[in-house]
């Protein structure tokens, strides 16, 4: 154990670390408890019920495992996205738990996770004439399948690898920016053009 | 303890439960929107169901197998979909879907973690078959790659996973999850609009 992380990180640790031996459901408090070597009571005081424990964990690995890299055009986006499927599919068992920790009914107050307001103002700076409600409906579609939950659907419902889900993610990307991809991609030659 | 319930099992069990377990499954579908999803004892749920602890525990052993059959029940009888006859109709099966969950939250959070779970989980694309039925008898000319993609896609969208992120993500209302999902559904739909035949 690294030195000097406060126990709930602890914990988040070791819980990620029992992750590669057992599913989320078969880890115990009192198994955590003992690997940090805090009381199960300590344990339950940092995370009151296993969707707590399932956010934190989630968070934790997010940070860990799969940072998104920054982003501000399009293409450094899609980059992002296809490399983080790849990511998941080399940790699976990781990332079922992200998955599973964006979809389960949030234990506090519900927030956008950095990751969508990046893409908001990424959106919104390359295509200042979008609309607002165009915008949202394009950040949401564009948000939802650059997600653990598309990797996870995509992997137990269609049996698809990584390389297999960009192709959905690419096309489904196309689709929802339509003319405006090809719109945006003409300005940016133009002004490239303007530039020299 | 079970055998993980397989996917096509789940769909089984939703299809034919036996009136012991609709009366387990109801009652802890109705405590979960009183409690969520942790804090509900199989005493509370038996007692609620009207029938004893014993009878719950011998219909389902563990707490999953409690929780994916009840996840199954509530996609089944709480967010009915509509049978589209049209791959051209999801998009409205969609809207319909999106403000079924919004009305139920918490049982929508439910059915949408429950398919995240990988194999051991709820089947995360149960309409796939569907879709698939749909887009060959429609566009019989579409090729392998895109057809995959556009039925991906569709029930990635056709799910509470989405509205679940629409919500949390964007703060949306209900009419605006509606018209993001049914939009999404519409753009992915565009390329073979005028392909039918």
């Known amino acids: ?10 914990i988040l640790a070791h819980a990620a670390a029992a ?18 070597g805090v009381s199960e009571r300590t344990v339950y005081r940092h995370f009151p019920t296993r969707s707590h424990l399932l956010e934190g964990l989630a968070g934790w690995i997010e940070a860990t495992e799969f940072p998104f890299p920054p982003f501000v055009t399009m293409g450094q986006f899609q980059d992002a996205a296809r490399a983080r499927f790849h990511a998941f599919d080399s940790s699976p068992a990781f990332a079922f738990v ?69 192709d959905v993610f690419d096309h489904t990307v196309a689709q929802v920016l339509g003319d405006r991809w090809r719109a945006s991609e003409t300005e940016m030659g133009a002004s490239r053009r303007d530039g020299r | 303890m079970t055998v993980p319930a397989t996917s096509d099992a789940d769909a089984q069990a939703a299809s034919d439960v036996s009136r012991t377990q609709e009366a387990i499954l109801a009652a802890y579908a109705e405590l979960i929107e009183e409690l969520g999803t942790d804090d509900v004892s199989f005493r509370l749920i038996a007692r609620r169901a009207g029938v004893g602890e014993r009878t719950v525990f011998r219909n389902y052993p563990t707490r999953v197998d409690l929780l994916l059959a009840t996840a199954a029940w509530i996609e089944q009888r709480i967010f ?60 019989p000319s579409l090729g392998r790659a895109e057809r995959i993609a556009i039925v991906a896609a569709l029930s990635h969208l056709d799910s509470a996973a989405t509205w679940v992120t629409f919500h949390r993500e964007f703060g949306m209302s209900r009419r605006d999850i509606a018209d993001a999902a049914a939009w999404a559904a519409e753009a992915v739909l565009d390329p073979v609009r005028s392909r039918v035949g």
């Open chain 2, 80 to 139: 009915p979909r509509q049978e589209s006859t049209s791959i051209f109709d999801t998009p409205l099966a969609i809207r319909a879907a999106m403000e079924s969950y919004d009305q139920r939250p918490e049982l929508a959070h439910v059915v949408a973690e429950t398919t995240m779970r990988g194999i051991s989980g709820a089947a995360p694309s149960p309409r796939r078959a569907r879709l698939e039925q749909m887009i060959d008898a429609e566009i």
């Open chain 1, 19 to 36: 992750l590669r031996e057992h599913p989320f459901d078969d880890i115990s408090y009192r198994t955590l408890g003992d690997a940090v």
């Open chain 1, 98 to 166: 992200c998955a599973r920790a964006a979809t389960i009914s949030p234990t506090g107050e519900a927030e956008p996770t950095f990751f969508t307001r990046a893409l908001v103002a990424m959106l919104a700076t390359n295509h200042p004439s979008l609309n607002e409600r165009d915008l949202r409906r394009v950040a949401a579609a564009l948000r939802y399948f650059a997600s653990a939950p598309f990797w996870a659907r995509m992997r137990t419902g269609f049996d698809m690898s990584a390389a297999e889900m960009e």
């Open chain 1, 1 to 10: 154990m690294a030195e000097g992380v406060d126990t709930p990180t602890a």
